[in-house]
């Protein structure tokens, strides 16, 4: 399975964008799957999570009520749907996965996930 991250820019504080990452090869529906970023020099930290039916969403406190997760199984693409963009959140957005069985609720650990895209760069200016 490959993952291709794509919909990063620059744009400027209480903007909007919308990040999508491509499932290749299975269906995305075996997948429980999530985004994380990264600053340089910083670990990579989690943002938000989707599980595999796309019926449940985790959102690190930081980005809850602004960011949205969302699943389109018959597309095989993940969204992250990011709104009032603050300065902060500039960084690398990369997008994860896992195959599970359909209970299994994603993680928040980078280690968890087995499969991650090649990240897309957000840059949110104040």
Do not use: H
Request: hydrophobic residues 30%.
């Amino acid at each position: 399975v490959q993952l291709q991250a794509s919909g990063g820019g620059l744009v400027q504080a209480g903007d909007s964008l919308r990040l999508s990452c491509k499932v290749s090869g299975p269906s995305a529906s075996r997948y429980a799957l999530g985004w994380f970023r990264q600053t340089p020099g910083k670990e990579r930290e989690f943002v938000a999570a989707i599980s595999r039916s796309g019926s449940s969403t985790y959102y690190d406190d930081s980005v809850k009520g602004r960011f949205t997760i969302s699943k389109d199984n018959a597309k095989n693409t993940v969204y992250l749907r990011m709104d009032s963009l603050k300065p902060e959140d500039t960084a690398v957005y990369y997008c994860a996965g896992k195959q599970t069985i359909l209970t299994v609720a994603p993680d928040t650990e980078v280690r968890w996930y087995d499969t991650w895209g090649q990240g897309t760069q957000v840059t949110v200016s104040s």
